[in-house]
């Protein structure tokens, strides 16, 4: 007879024990802590009444042989005692026949112990009929032996009624989780786990998972290595990381490998890398695919490739598809692109989103767009949202606007700061400022620098004009949210951002603040801000030094720097110089330069042929 749940044997389940009943054992059988001398001189006390015609003796007596696991000796005295009307020798004395093969004949004598008002016969009878596919049968006895208080009776009928989803199975389980049971709790838990997963989404999930956590907690306590596992995970995911550990040390050396592997996790975070090591050499060779990738990781930033890769496919062997996907991602580090797109693809027909991704990525960059879009489309579909913004930028590149956007609101939706980029700035083309600016808050607070700056653009064009001052003094500012946003994108190397910062504080007076900033979007390659330093250098009376900025934009297509350097040059009476640089403004533009240096231009051409 198979034994359910977390019960192996029938002598550790406790079953055989609760088989003789307490009741007509009251002088005991045998004392549990007691010495191996006390239990032979009971024995031969015992056989001694027994032989005395004692009908209790028998019964008492043909346990403890049965539980001693002598066969032949117990069955005449079981027998014996049964014929005397005694029920508990009539239940071990089917318990022993069901050992010797006799299932049937096992359920004779379970029947008339059970009808005779024997819990644990009633619950033996009810797991014969229910391995028979009675079920009926098996509930009726079931419960019988339940409600008379038969902690294993209330657990089977609850795995009875919980495979038909009958929802009085939740109930007896509680009843056998209250009176010890570790297995009912385990699973108890579980289903209040379930429940307040179900109703996280409506905030009613509180108190089911408080209750479940009590539970783990009971059957862990208890000795279950999966209860321990899950009390570890729901503590690591509140931060108590200590406890955590502790739970899934206990579960890990009980020989559950998640345990081991999370524990792994735990250690790494911590610093403790060796050790993690340990832990999960241990889950991985208990066939844990998840502590394989993560000595394959491992070996991997050590530089160990090929111990990496054994790893990997340790990990596909354990059916973790996480195996292909790393071995693709070391493959394409080490420019194997063959084999890479091998095992992108084993990844990607297993279902990893993210390896179709990066194939389609891979068949893009090597010109197969027509291949690369179906697994962008799968990944995306599958929830990659990575996969989503790729096929917003491959629609784009088609001009499939409309297409394209609606990929990159739905990698914004779930996050992705690029595309909600792209949707603000599709927003803001399409005159909705307000829709834009929702999009651009989330980009920008994602930590796109662009995000940042075009956030900053809409603010600034709101604000009201800055009130005039008195000459000579500065007024009191203090920044606006423009500016900070300003500021935010020009500290992330935002040349742009960084002119308009400069621009800001040389509004305010701040003249090194400005220079800072046009300094360092000069340097980073602005002609702008090169040639905003410049103006400033020669307001300041460094005008040689202003040259270098303005010549430095000038090279880089700026008119207006052009112009300056002509004007410079005629000043200085370098009128071939100046001719130059008013032809170069007067082809660089805009309009109103290009219509100032052609003047200038010619101007100096007469004085050059006077």
Known sequence: MDVMGDKVTLFDSGRFALAVDPVEIVDGARDETG??????????????????????AMSVLGAMLLRRGDLDAAEPHLRAATAAGDRAAANNLGVLLQQ???????AGWWRIAAVAGS????????????????????EYWLRQSAEQGHVLGAYALADLLDHRADAGAERWMRIAAERGHREAAYRLARALDRRATEAGADGGGAEPRAEAEQWYRQAAARGHRRAALHLGAILEGRGELKEAGRWYLTSAKDGEPQAACALGFLLRDAGDTESAAVWWLRAAQDGDGNAANALGALHAERGETQTAERWYRAAMDAGDVNGAYNLALLCAEQGRTTQAEQWYRRAAYAGHREAANALAVLLLQGGDTAGAEPWFSKAAEAGSVDAAFNLGILYAGRDLTAEALRWYERAAAAGHTEAALQVGMARLAAGDEQDAERHLRCAAGGGSAEGAYRLATVLDARRPPVPAHELGESAVHEKTECEEWYERAATQGHRRAQVRVGMLAAARGDVVEAARWYRTAAEAGSRNGAFNLGLLLAREGSEPEAVVWWTRAADAGHGRAALRLALVHARRGELAEGQRWADRAAALGPREVAARATRLRDALREELSA
Request: charge should be negative; proline fraction near 6%.
């Open 100 to 106: 010797r093969g006799y299932p049937d004949e096992a």
């Open 35 to 56: 010495a191996a001398a006390d239990e032979v001189a009971e024995l031969a006390r015992r056989r001694l009444a027994a032989e005395a015609g004692d009908a209790e």
């Open 119 to 138: 819990a644990p016969a009633a619950h033996a009878l009810g797991r014969h009929h229910r391995e028979r596919g009675d079920e009926p049968a098996a």
